[in-house]
């Protein structure tokens, strides 16, 4: 009998109509292969890979995207439910039939002279059950390659799937490229993403954002469980004791820096689960679990570097897994190799920037593009955790929520208690940045650093938080931090990076219990001398700045807040409204 894959793959070759169909097996001597292909195979006259120089960047490979493709665009992705009310004020919303039709249009002959790749795989280890079973159709070679890195493909995903139709379904083609065809159309009731008119990362790879965090918000809204925009880390302190961490930041916050931190501190190691998708289970034993879906880092490469990152730079020049990709970096021509700002001091002489075109070193503009990317294997990090495949996931201790302000947001509190958290969380704002299309700076609210990537009502959202923190019997520690504060120059107060495991050992130390808090209006406070300081140059007037509440500004924060909920109506919760009206009267508003 024909299975339920095999019907979809049928289905789609009569639709796209290509010259080929390939269903990816993942291993090693077909990515081989594909990168072959790719080295000889160019879109728009640019090569889709370019082999890099592999004594400096073993295995690994170049990229650049046609330059209207570079970031998320959120303003042409739709989540397609039944009723507008479902999709909510935090996403684009259009009928499922009109959407269909739509895209339908834009598929119909999109793949004839190509091949169509079939890219059977999983999220999350295999052995898990809380793994989810996936198939994506695309025409884009970078976009196989780079899957196979991100996700767990071939024949495994193929078993587990066997003559089921229990499998999310991704439909993808770049198309032409045109921005004024591009949509990436959600359909949570269906499982199915249809993605159009992009190469780009996170309008491609749909695995990654579209999947594992628009779609599977609301299958784990169906089904009781937590798909976040979150790191997982495990902080081992010096008796070799690991307390497992997960943190919710916008793009360009930190997240991966703090996903692969070298702690300042001694005797303390952090070892890495995930840099950005989260999903959290409650576990036999009352206990929140979390696992990591994906199975590569897709990261920005700007700003990262010896002094900010080490441990990704390491990563990046592993070998253990093949390929590693670089999109719309610079490149060095005197060794071939890929350059962004942040990864030296100095900047090469004789350079090619990310538009394809000989780059002046004395010019004000970016040799790479600000939201430039590298796609690399998770199993090439050297702090990988050994817990890292553990099909139960492992036991969360703490949830740190961030963003990116220059002012209001004390560098680190703790919330009361599990609700009070949530309420932290769903207050959440943050200065944009270049991940997304759009002007750059401005605050919005980004809460649980998932407006972009939730599938449904984020009123509904808030409130299965607050549901499943009564089904949990020992709840995490919620904190908040801001590595971002300036002063009045207009300078980092915080010195961020390495130093933030002193705030994580202040986290460490209040779920066991072993230092006290003073409380504020917006939270519980580190008691004086509390964060461990040893060996940092900052004076004890910037330490009060940076843990101040200013009334002032917070009164100026209330205001954004309440516009933010009003567009929620009746699906904010009325447990988060209560929270807001107390903080108001603390406020003295």
């Known amino acids: 009998m024909t299975t339920p894959m095999e019907l979809f793959v049928e289905e789609m070759q009569k639709l796209f109509q290509p010259d080929e169909v390939y269903v990816m097996d993942g291993s090693q001597e077909e990515a081989e292969r594909l990168a072959d292909i790719a080295q000889k195979s160019e879109v728009d006259g640019r090569v889709v890979l370019r082999k890099l120089n592999d004594k400096e960047y073993p295995n690994s490979y170049y990229h650049r995207s046609n330059s209207n493709d570079v970031a998320r665009t959120e303003h042409l992705t739709f989540v397609c439910t039944p009723s507008e009310t479902e999709a909510g004020p935090n996403n684009n919303w259009m009928d499922p039939k009109e959407a269909k039709a739509k895209m339908t249009g834009f598929f119909k002959g999109a793949m004839k002279g190509r091949t169509m790749y079939v890219i059977p795989f999983v999220m999350g280890t295999p052995k898990s059950k809380y793994a989810k079973n996936c198939i994506q159709i695309t025409d884009s070679i970078y976009v196989a390659l780079s899957m196979r890195v991100m996700s767990r493909v071939g024949k495994q995903a193929i078993e587990r799937i066997g003559g089921s139709s229990d499998f999310f379904r991704g439909i993808h083609s770049i198309g032409d490229v045109n921005p004024d065809r591009r949509f990436i159309m959600h359909f949570p009731q269906e499982n199915l993403v249809m993605s159009f008119g992009s190469g780009y990362g996170g309008n491609a790879l749909l695995g990654k954002k579209c999947y594992s965090l628009r779609i599977a918000s609301y299958l784990g809204y169906k089904e009781g469980w937590l798909a976040e925009h979150m790191i997982i880390v495990g902080v081992q302190d010096p008796n070799g004791k690991v307390t497992?961490?997960?943190?919710?930041?916008?793009?360009?916050?930190?997240?991966?820096?703090?996903?692969?931190?070298?702690?300042?501190?001694?005797?303390?190691?952090?070892?890495?689960?995930?840099?950005?998708?989260?999903?959290?289970?409650?576990?036999?034993?009352?206990?929140?679990?979390?696992?990591?879906?994906?199975?590569?880092?897709?990261?920005?490469?700007?700003?990262?570097?010896?002094?900010?990152?080490?441990?990704?730079?390491?990563?990046?020049?592993?070998?253990?897994?093949?390929?590693?990709?670089?999109?719309?970096?610079?490149?060095?021509?005197?060794?071939?190799?890929?350059?962004?700002?942040?990864?030296?001091?100095?900047?090469?002489?004789?350079?090619?920037d990310w538009q394809g075109q000989k780059y002046d070193k004395d010019s004000s503009k970016a040799a790479a593009h600000p939201n430039s990317r590298f796609t690399v294997s998770?199993?090439?990090?050297?702090?990988?955790?050994?817990?890292?495949?553990?099909?139960?996931g492992v036991p969360i201790s703490g949830i740190i929520f961030g963003g990116r302000r220059k002012d209001t947001i004390p560098l680190v509190y703790e919330a009361k208690d599990w609700n009070s958290g949530v309420f932290t969380a769903s207050i959440i704002g943050s200065e944009t940045t270049a991940a997304s299309s759009g002007q750059v700076g401005n605050v919005r609210r980004d809460p649980m650093a998932m407006l972009p990537f939730c599938g449904y009502n984020m009123g509904e959202y808030?409130?299965?938080?607050?549901?499943?923190?009564?089904?949990?019997?020992?709840?995490?520690?919620?904190?908040?931090?801001?590595?971002?504060?300036?002063?009045?120059?207009?300078?980092?107060?915080?010195?961020?990076?390495?130093?933030?495991?002193?705030?994580?050992?202040?986290?460490?130390?209040?779920?066991?219990?072993?230092?006290?808090?003073?409380?504020?209006?917006?939270?519980?406070?580190?008691?004086?001398?509390?964060?461990?300081?040893?060996?940092?140059?900052?004076?004890?007037?910037?330490?009060?700045?940076?843990?101040?509440?200013?009334?002032?500004?917070?009164?100026?924060?209330?205001?954004?807040?309440?516009?933010?909920?009003a567009k929620f109506g009746n699906k904010m919760p009325v447990d988060l409204r209560n929270h807001l009206a107390e903080l108001k009267k603390k406020l003295g508003i």
């Open 378 to 392: 998770i199993y090439n990090c050297p702090t990988l955790s050994p817990e890292c495949d553990n099909p139960k």
């Open 462 to 565: 808030f409130q299965h938080w607050l549901n499943i923190g009564k089904k949990v019997q020992k709840l995490p520690k919620i904190f908040m931090v801001n590595w971002f504060r300036k002063d009045e120059n207009g300078k980092f107060m915080w010195p961020g990076f390495k130093d933030n495991s002193r705030i994580i050992k202040w986290m460490i130390d209040r779920i066991e219990g072993k230092v006290g808090a003073k409380e504020a209006e917006i939270g519980l406070f580190p008691e004086e001398n509390a964060i461990d300081l040893s060996g940092l140059d900052i004076k004890k007037e910037t330490m009060e700045k940076l843990l101040k509440v200013d009334k002032e500004d917070w009164k100026k924060e209330v205001v954004m807040i309440e516009e933010f909920y």
């Open 244 to 352: 497992y961490f997960l943190g919710a930041f916008p793009s360009a916050c930190g997240k991966t820096n703090l996903a692969l931190l070298e702690p300042v501190l001694k005797g303390y190691k952090v070892w890495t689960l995930g840099d950005d998708i989260a999903w959290i289970n409650v576990g036999e034993d009352g206990r929140l679990y979390a696992i990591n879906p994906e199975a590569g880092f897709f990261g920005v490469a700007p700003g990262t570097g010896l002094k900010t990152n080490p441990v990704m730079v390491k990563t990046l020049k592993n070998d253990k897994f093949f390929p590693t990709i670089f999109t719309n970096t610079a490149v060095d021509n005197s060794n071939n190799t890929p350059w962004w700002e942040g990864v030296s001091d100095e900047v090469p002489s004789d350079m090619t």
